[in-house]
């Protein structure tokens, strides 16, 4: 793959809960785990679902970075002011580069 196509930086947060010393209640939180160079390719089509007399627009978009065996579904990347919540991980040859499908969170 070529490099000069990872034109994105984008920044892969990880989900962090606490308990609050002064008030002991649960403190959730989202820590930046790290900043990487991507290739993004915005889906061009959503998907809708119809429920409960609503309609959702779900917008799709793949991520593709260098491998890190540290990535998760629990993840979330934050591009352009937008949050990306991670939905999959697939490796691409031979865990060089990983592909992260997410779903734009609203």
């Avoid at 947060?13 to 160079?37: I, K």
């Avoid at 593709?64 to 990535?71: H, P």
Wanted: cysteine-free; hydrophobic content about 35%.
């Amino acid at each position: 793959m070529d490099a000069g196509k990872f034109d994105e930086l984008v920044t892969i947060e990880s989900y962090t809960e606490s308990v609050s010393s002064n008030t002991g209640q649960h403190v959730r939180s989202w820590s930046t785990y790290a900043q990487v160079w991507a290739q993004v390719k915005e889906s061009d089509f959503g998907s809708e679902l119809v429920g409960a007399e609503r309609v959702e627009h779900k917008t799709r978009v793949n991520f593709i970075t260098r491998w890190d065996a540290g990535f998760n579904v629990k993840m979330r990347i934050n591009w352009g002011g937008n949050y990306y919540n991670i939905l999959n991980i697939a490796e691409k040859e031979r865990r060089l580069y990983a592909n992260l499908l997410t779903e734009l969170t609203s």
